[in-house]
């Protein structure tokens, strides 16, 4: 038998490619769900066989049978709800094992295109999502396309109490509409102000020494309260006409509950059903109703995971997994610019424009210009974190953008100007928290950088833990051991940003020293640097002004030109 796919309309991207592979395991769960509302009508056939049998015969033995036999449908029917749990709940695992993954590249592309606003929410969203897929709520929904079975039974007994029963599923079911849509706008704009007081929390902490040492503390704190207060009142709005929803939810079930007795009672005293069959109604009809009551009681969660289901695909619908590709040789180091245009996402115009320009394996390029001019842009084009709009950035022929991230990561070193080392030990930070990196390649990086002595000084060496962002070391030591980090396997290419920017002389020249010697070993380095003297070994210079390039040569052409005085004007003789 063919079995359906409910996704088959979905668009294409990893989430809802999980989704459908999921449909099989799924169509399971929906056929223990039928067997096991069917199993549930032992319990009303039991209550009638006890008031219709056994208390008019006073037959222990058929009170005997009649109870065990029960027992025994609803032990298979307790089995069959465990495998159909056991089956969401793998269903839950089998998701996040292809999606998580990739929601974690997603959150890294997003970033790089100026899109850091989702951070670890999409990771919550995950959660969530596949919460509701495997949790309590999920199994009612099951239940749901079996309402028609206890509802069809009501019929069949009397229509009058299948009717008042269908007629209570229906107001229901649009409780919860008029719930959702009368809670949901200001749940979202609740949500909203709530990753800005999130994000702007996390901001401050970040820049923790700037809020303190510039009395910043009050003042941001009125801004996050701003957030934290628009969150809250329009949470305690939603939660106000929820409260309304719910109560009326409330009385619509106990009104059902009593007309379904009220009318059997009248049923069983006009003769028209046996008095075993009003406990009987009684049980349908509790059946019938109670998917609908545990969907609406969870009506705000199943909007949340709708709602992070939502963010989580526009994400991955902007994510392009990268595809396998042909492994490359290592690159010798050859640096082609061809044409490169380039705008940040939003912006107006371009933010570098018109670069053509090409390095030889083992030459050094030095970039300078004034702030603004787009020299940390450059740098990391270079490096493949952001795609030209137009033209190419190439490695020994081949776009680097294009190549394949893991692979390139292993020819290339780079030192951004703000220097961030994540929570883990000293060796895990240089060694790029890479498994195969030996001990050996960790301390000859860190003896390059100059930091070895610094890290065996430390209490526990190269196993000193640092906090998420390296804070127990002062911005010197965290940008060696960003150099180190850098240096790692003697990379083909070096770009480093402001290397020398919380550097002091001795620093700067181990710095030089490094250079040097990458550069010995027929690397090609790049160095942005607002300092001419750490470019005294360049090769050629690029001097970088409003996206443009003003100059570019030999060192000693540029420099002479970018040192040299201006034309002094004379001075009109005033008459």
């Given at each position: 038998m063919k079995i359906l796919n409910p996704f088959a309309s979905l668009p294409d991207?990893?989430?809802?490619?999980a989704l459908k592979e999921g449909s099989r395991p799924l169509a399971f769960a929906a056929g223990f769900s039928l067997i096991s509302n069917l199993l549930y009508l032992a319990l009303p056939l039991y209550t009638f066989q006890i008031y219709g049998r056994v208390l008019s015969s006073h037959s222990l033995s058929t009170l005997m049978v009649l109870t065990v036999g029960t027992l025994l449908v609803f032990v298979i029917s307790g089995v069959i709800d465990e495998l159909r749990t056991r089956i969401l709940i793998n269903y839950g695992i089998m998701l996040d094992q292809r999606v998580s993954s990739h929601v974690f590249a997603a959150l890294f592309e997003a970033e790089s295109k100026g899109q850091g606003q989702t951070r670890s929410q999409a990771l919550r969203d995950l959660d969530a999502f596949r919460q509701i897929l495997t949790g309590a709520v999920f199994s009612a929904i099951f239940d749901l396309p079996w309402m028609p079975l206890f509802i069809g039974i009501l019929f069949v007994i009397d229509p009058l109490v299948g009717f008042i029963t269908l007629i209570g599923a229906v107001a229901l079911f649009g409780l919860a509409m008029l719930q959702d849509r009368l809670s949901r706008p200001p749940l979202q704009?609740?949500?909203?102000?709530?990753?800005?007081?999130?994000?702007?929390?996390?901001?401050?902490?970040?820049?923790?020494?700037?809020v303190r040492a510039m009395g910043m503390l009050g003042a941001l704190g009125a801004r996050w309260s701003a957030f934290?207060?628009?969150?809250?009142?329009?949470?305690?709005?939603a939660s106000q006409r929820s409260s309304v929803v719910a109560n009326t939810t409330k009385f619509t079930r106990m009104l059902i509950q009593i007309l379904v007795i009220g009318v059997g009672a009248y049923l069983v005293v006009t003769g028209k059903i046996p008095p075993a069959m009003l406990f009987a109604n009684m049980i349908?009809?509790?059946?019938?109703?109670?998917?609908?009551?545990?969907?609406?009681?969870?009506?705000?969660?199943?909007?949340?995971?709708?709602?992070?289901?939502?963010?989580?695909?526009?994400?991955?619908?902007?994510y392009k997994p990268t595809t396998p590709a042909t492994s490359l040789p290592r690159p010798l180091g050859q640096l082609s610019i061809e044409g490169v245009n380039f705008a940040p996402q939003g912006a107006e115009r371009y933010v570098l424009q018109g670069l053509n320009f090409?390095?030889?394996?083992?030459?050094?390029?030095?970039?300078i210009g004034?702030?603004?001019?787009?020299?940390?842009?450059?740098?990391?084009?270079?490096v493949g974190v952001w795609r030209p709009v137009n033209g190419h950035v190439r490695l020994d022929g081949a776009d680097v953008f294009a190549w394949n991230r893991a692979e390139f990561g292993l020819h290339v070193g780079y030192l951004p100007q703000d220097t961030e080392l994540f929570a883990g030990t000293?060796?895990?930070?240089?060694?790029?928290?890479?498994?195969?990196?030996?001990?050996?390649?960790?301390?000859?990086?860190?003896?390059q950088a100059n930091v070895h002595e610094m890290i065996l000084r430390l209490p526990k060496g190269y196993e000193t833990e640092l906090t998420d962002g390296g804070y127990i070391l002062s911005a010197g030591q965290r940008q060696r051991v960003g150099l180190a980090r850098a240096l790692l396997g003697d990379p083909s290419l070096l770009v480093l940003d402001e290397p020398n920017a919380s550097l002091d002389a001795e620093g700067e020249n181990a710095l030089m020293q490094a250079i040097d010697a990458q550069r010995a070993k027929g690397a090609t380095v790049v160095v942005v640097s607002h300092k001419p003297s750490i470019l005294r070994s360049a090769d050629k210079m690029l001097v970088l002004r409003d996206g443009r390039?003003?100059?570019?040569?030999?060192?000693?052409?540029?420099?002479?030109?970018?040192?040299?005085?201006?034309?002094?004007?004379?001075?009109?003789?005033?008459r």
């Open positions: 991207n990893v989430l809802t490619g704009e609740a949500n909203e102000a709530s990753l800005k007081a999130y994000t702007f929390t996390e901001a401050g902490l970040r820049n923790g020494e700037v934290r207060g628009r969150a809250i009142e329009r949470g305690a709005w349908l009809a509790s059946r019938a109703l109670q998917p609908i009551e545990k969907v609406v009681g969870a009506w705000d969660g199943i909007v949340n995971g709708g709602r992070a289901y939502d963010r989580l695909n526009n994400l991955l619908n902007a090409k390095i030889e394996p083992g030459e050094m390029l030095g970039i004034p702030s603004g001019a787009g020299k940390s842009t450059l740098a990391r084009l270079i000293l060796r895990d930070n240089i060694a790029r928290f890479r498994a195969d990196v030996t001990d050996q390649a960790v301390i000859d990086a860190a003896t390039m003003e100059m570019f040569g030999p060192r000693e052409a540029v420099m002479a030109r970018v040192t040299q005085p201006a034309p002094v004007r004379p001075v009109e003789a005033s």
